[in-house]
């Protein structure tokens, strides 16, 4: 089983940027897409960006793209995510997750599509 853990969050102003960081233990975390999910207060968990396993495809919900930026790093066990330009509505706290399938080339934005999860990271955005 992989384990995830985050870094990165914290409190920033409107217009800051932070960059998440998720460490992935375990041999096989280059053979999985991953993704990075939010959940604020009161909301449903949402998917908020995705990579393939290779870091060819990438995936972002609307309100983010342009903004933020998923990377990985298969050497490194790591993915990352880039949030530039923050609002107070980035305020969340942010999870990675790995998926389940083996190698998928389009990444999944579905809870279910996802088997391994971190403890999470909290991001909160002032205005």
């Known amino acids: 089983q992989v384990q995830l853990v985050e870094s990165g969050g914290g409190l920033v102003q409107a217009g800051g940027s932070l960059r998440l960081s998720c460490a992935a233990s375990?041999?096989?975390?280059?053979?999985?897409?991953m993704g990075w999910f939010r959940q604020a207060p009161g909301k449903e968990r949402e998917c908020v960006a995705a990579?393939?396993?290779?870091?060819?495809?990438?995936y972002y919900t609307p309100s983010v793209k342009g903004r933020f930026t998923i990377s990985r790093d298969n050497a490194k066990n790591t993915v990352y995510l880039q949030m530039n330009s923050l609002k107070p509505e980035d305020t969340a706290v942010y999870y990675c997750a790995k998926a389940a399938l083996f190698a998928t080339a389009v990444p999944g934005t579905r809870e279910y599509e996802y088997d391994g999860w971190g403890q999470g990271t909290q991001v909160t955005v002032s205005s």
């Open positions: 990579i393939s396993w290779s870091g060819t495809n990438t």
């Open positions: 375990g041999r096989t975390f280059g053979n999985y897409a």
